[in-house]
């Protein structure tokens, strides 16, 4: 395995960007809703085709008013189009940034985990062959690879 992750972040980069994050989940947070599961599959989505065709239509509203429904809030369509501008730049850098926070994680991840197994089957074949200490460490370790027993008896169903 290549070792892509070969570098320690310090603490005072950590630190900053804890902080900066933070300080801009504040700055957000009075103008952010949290939406249930079933609102965000209800909720029509706006995709980059869509958006071009809301312009449009607002444009439309305040050349051509006339057509507008009574119903229709022309003030709140402009405001809708609005925050979605004003806040589509900020989603496309933080999904960027958690992009690369998820496959870094996932790269470093990996990277000890297969270390952690080299270390682990070298203590295995040490207790095997009873090198002194081995099995302590062995028996301690084993532990991530046991099943635990239902209720009958048997083995779980391996998780997926």
């Not at 939406?35 to 449009?56: G, Q």
């Not at 607002?58 to 008013?65: D, F, I, K, V, W």
């Given at each position: ?10 603490e ?21 809703i ?23 239509n ?8 006339q057509?507008?429904?009574p ?22 850098t ?16 990996g ?50």
């Open positions: 395995m290549n070792n892509k992750i070969n570098f320690i972040i310090p005072e980069v950590l630190l900053e960007s804890t902080q900066k994050l933070n300080e801009a989940t504040e700055l957000l947070k009075p103008y952010l949290a939406l249930t599961p079933r609102e965000r599959k209800t909720i029509p989505k706006m995709s980059d085709k869509t958006v071009p065709f809301v312009e449009k607002l444009e439309y509203c305040e050349t051509a008013p057509f507008a429904p119903y229709m809030d022309s003030e709140a369509l402009y405001g809708d189009m609005k925050v979605t501008q004003q806040l589509t730049p900020l989603f496309r933080v999904k960027a940034l958690n992009d690369g926070l998820d496959d870094t994680i996932m790269e470093a991840g990277e000890a985990f297969v270390n952690a197994l080299s270390y682990y089957n070298s203590v295995k074949n040490a207790a095997k062959s009873n090198i002194p200490g081995a099995k302590s460490i062995y028996d301690d370790l084993k532990k991530r690879f046991e099943r635990e027993k239902t209720g009958n008896g048997t083995p779980p169903a391996k998780e997926e």
